[in-house]
């Protein structure tokens, strides 16, 4: 693993632990700069990072908390609080 994968694996961490605390402000400072580093080094972003961010508002998403996930015909749906809606494959 690289260095820059290994620094996006951090910053999904900090952003983790920065929306626990109830810093989303801070969570979303990590998100944007683990978007950041992806696009610098055309990396994809994790899966995990992918589905627990918003692609609006870049928060670090903690369903039940700023988020809310229901299923919906075969599919899971995130809402974040800014009204953006995210649609993935149940698994
Ligand atoms: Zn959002």
């Not at 944007?32 to 692609?55: G, I, K, Q, S, Y």
Request: hydrophobic share 35%; charged share 40%.
């Amino acid at each position: 693993m690289g260095i820059p994968e290994e620094r996006i694996e951090r910053l999904e961490a900090l952003a983790r632990e920065a929306v626990r605390a109830g810093e989303d402000d801070r969570a979303r400072e990590y998100v944007r700069l683990a978007r950041r580093l992806a696009e610098r080094h055309r990396l994809r972003l994790p899966r995990r990072f992918r589905r627990f961010t918003c692609d609006r508002c870049d928060a670090y998403l903690r369903p039940g908390v700023n988020a809310r996930v229901r299923l919906q015909s075969g599919k899971v749906v995130v809402a974040c609080d800014c009204g953006e809606l995210a649609r993935y494959p149940y698994e």
